[in-house]
């Protein structure tokens, strides 16, 4: 992936983006970072690139040429025109999931502007995505664009070794993370809790969630309340059944699979909530099964969101759009059918959950 910064200060960039994991990354590579210096492209002998501003008032702005200019000229080598970010505080408010989404991007142009801002014309021209990195203002936007050259770069392949990746991130599923714990056992007279000594990995992970839980409820009752349990759901053949497993893991690390080839899951009956997320994945020999009564007649929710992946090419299939109703008629608010792809070669879980987070996000704000 390739960063382009347009900037007053590029050594404010460089200076950062060449030290520790990210300058690793650059060296070896998995991502480069370009800045261009606006000053460059002033039309002015002295190399001006503010004016005061029209109507009066404190503070120079930043004209339009120059910033056009040199976003030509990254547009022009690259033959085509990336997405292109203004930092601003007057930007949407950086999050996980809108950095995961940027990191799908080859290329990024990051905009910086300082005084009193660029002139509006050039933004309305060439600006795609207004950025905040928090609700407090800096001098300049240099500092928010390293904060998400480093955020986003992480999702890059390579740039972190496996002891730097956990393959969840803890803001992902809107929890916070739970407390960690190394040797020496007892410090300052405080022991490391019980359960993590025990050795059983079940009763670990239940309690890491009730933890997770707990903390973000004291410290981030907003990002709680964007948080939701993830059911993966699956009846079918065994590809479905390891695309299931694959995307549950994927997008919530406290997911859990159901399993209803198995007898005894079809026969147990299921109360969702509002605060839980139904994935359902289907294929088509899960209704020539005659199994599509299962999920119709033993599932109930209360408002709660489902996500469908069905193996079909359309909604309107009629296998499928029987058990849509029914699940609409027993609570279920169905937020998305995903058709034709349940392709082990062509689904791309990471890319997937992107979507359905992004859907979670928007149905939130
Ligand atoms: N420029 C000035 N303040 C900023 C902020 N909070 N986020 C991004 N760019 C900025």
Redesign the pocket.
Known sequence: MRFHVLTLFPEMIENVVNTSIIGRAIKQDHIEVDTVNIRDYSANKHMRVDDYPYGGGAGMVMEAEPVYRAMQKVNEKLGSKPRTVY???Q?KV?NQTMVEEFAQCEDLILL??HYEGIDERVLEETVTDY???????????E???V?MIDAISRFVPGVLSNEESSQFESLQDNLLEYPHYTRPEVWHEKKVPEVLLCGDHKKIESWRYEQSVKRTRERRPDLLAKSCRMYGAYIGEEQVTELANRFTDEISRYGESMDLNRKKLRKQRFEFSKKDLLLLFLDKKAFAADMDPVIGHNFTGKHTPCVVFWAGKSSEDENIAGLLERLERRGFLILHIFCEVLDPERFDSRREALRVRQMLEKRKM
């Not at 990195?133 to 001098?139: A, M, R, S």
């Open positions: 930092l601003t505080p930007g950086l910086c502007g950025v905040s990195i928090g609700d407090y203002v800096l001098t300049g936007g500092l928010g664009a904060v």
